[in-house]
């Protein structure tokens, strides 16, 4: 039996707004038979909704109203600064008034990353928040992969306190004693830049199991529950992956139909290549968490449909069970602790 | 007709040595019937070995003996200093000495570096020579992506002669107009890094055609002909790569053989994925070229059969026909003209 949770919910982010996010509710709240959802947004609409009234049914929801929205062109600082009410902001007030363990938005990640911070501040000891995500490897498990954009200039430093949330992050996913590895390069020529090495240094004196480096193919062997790299590296990374994989997938598509031949055998194919698509499936990843606010908070790709946001509201229900602040603050401690002693 | 081309080849380097180069070779004459070969390596294995005989016979080989080898583990201070009679060094030396046009080699990343720069030198006004490779994209083209990994700590200056250098290696190649875009990170928060604000600012100046910033999931959708990069995010970015299409293949393997029906699928769609294999292979793909030295120098992957290092050679042959060194040094002419005006 899992405990009660209590999420926020901004309904009015992404690029497809209430149509998405109610029916990701719904679904969410038939699943998860312990949780319950406060919906951030304007409340005439989210009443106007044809999806309100079952989600009214499961008693589980409650309407916050927020009468402005954070549009996706929006600057942080104008969504910061200009829409005080907006459904982003309130969903993060919830959190730090109490109301809720946690945070979604499919919201613009600049404003994003800005309000949040604005609202629930850094955990003592963090100095930057990070965006982590996981990704699918081929050991079937799946990589935590860190920061993701949030920080383009990172400190040795910097990326030592990664490998720290990294790997608290990881254990409250269920994962005993994370191996963490930095993203480094592997010629002979070079051992890395002097970045990475001092961050090796760093990781060294953490409380986490530090693996050492990893190189940018071992992301995916699945050597490494953890990678920790600056935002940069890791964006590029990340988006270098889909572009691959996209790749693969139309040149897939397109020898399949490429003739009457070729049809006839994906005809006869299909079931395998769609159990194939299942498993590579990018939605069941959706959900990359913000790490260093003293609260639970995860961004849902601005794209997803019902199915990509109810995995962010599964991933942020999972992190608030398992005390993701807390272990993170616990970390730091042990951190601090080390020095000491 | 093309026009005839003299290659030197390192016979030795490589995981496979002799079985591997000399086949290649072997193909390479028989395709490129202007084309000549000097095989540098132990002359009396090369005689030994099964394939020369055949090679003899093409009347457009001769052999450079090299008695010394650089091991695929020697550091490359050792393989400079103290193999001067290594087949990979003999091999520069007859591109330096004007016997060839180009050179080859499979043998390790870290000597070659080390030891093409020091027999071919730098061309004037290039600080770093970069490491190019050719990845497949969308539009059915290639993209140019350098640096992979020879400059781990770059500065702007740096990666504004990559984009000039790459620009030249691409026109070369017979793109007419080189789209040359700079690789950063698209989020809303952060516009890219110091280094890459700077260089952009740089690349403006060049006297080629800078088309801006491109994201990491642009590298494969063929927008840029030259995609420049620092050479940590540019090795990181192209194992990542690699680790995903692995891991997709492995993916695929495994689906088609769940089950007995599943395999019957494949046995169906055999000829469909086989010329999906066909299009990805990365063989065709092989040879990174060396910009920035008063040579032609490309490097095959150590691990290369005989079919990747042959389109080493053929990278080898057409950068030295496209008069590829002059190229650069007209492109660094028209950058201080532009200076100067």
């Known amino acids: 039996m899992t405990s009660p949770v209590r999420l926020a919910v901004d309904c009015m982010g992404g690029d497809h707004g209430l149509p998405v996010t109610l029916a990701a509710c719904l679904e969410f709240l038939q699943r998860d038979l312990n949780a319950s959802l406060l919906l951030v947004g304007r409340e005439p609409d989210i009443r106007a909704s044809v999806l309100f009234a079952r989600l009214q049914a499961s008693t589980r929801v409650e309407i916050v109203h927020a009468p402005e929205l954070v549009e996706m062109s929006d600057p942080p600082a104008v969504a910061l600064r200009s829409k005080r009410q907006s459904s982003m902001r309130l969903a993060f007030e919830q959190v730090s008034l109490g109301h809720a363990h946690g945070a979604v938005s499919a919201g613009n990640t600049g404003a994003l990353m800005a309000i949040s911070r604005n609202v629930l501040k850094t955990i003592e000891g963090i100095d930057r928040p990070a965006i982590a995500t996981f990704i699918p490897n081929r050991s079937g498990s799946s990589t935590l992969m860190l920061d993701l954009g949030a920080n383009v200039d990172c400190s040795a430093e910097h990326l030592a306190q990664f490998g720290l949330m990294g790997s608290a992050l990881a254990m409250a ?9 930095l993203l480094n390069v ?5 051992k890395g830049n002097e970045l990475v090495k001092q961050a090796a240094e760093q990781l060294r004196q953490m409380p986490i199991h530090f693996i050492g480096n990893v190189e940018g193919n071992d992301v995916f062997k699945g050597v490494a529950d953890v990678v920790v790299c600056d935002g940069f590296v890791g964006n590029v990374a990340l988006k270098t992956s889909e572009g691959v994989a996209q790749m693969l997938g139309a040149f897939l598509k397109e020898e399949f139909r490429r003739s009457l031949f070729s049809r006839l055998a994906a005809l006869i194919a299909s079931p395998v290549l769609r159990a194939f698509v299942r498993r590579v499936d990018h939605r069941r990843y959706n959900g990359a968490v913000l790490l260093g606010l003293r609260g639970v908070v995860v961004k ?6 019902a199915y990509g946001f109810r995995h962010a509201l599964d991933r942020a229900a999972e992190a608030a069970r398992h005390r993701l602040v807390e272990r993170i603050t616990e970390s730091l401690a042990a951190r601090s602790g080390l020095v000491n002693a």
């Open 173 to 181: 996913m269920g994962v005993e004693q994370p191996r963490v590895g």
């Open 186 to 190: 592997g010629e002979e020529v070079i």
């Open 300 to 305: 849902s790709h601005g794209s997803a449909d």
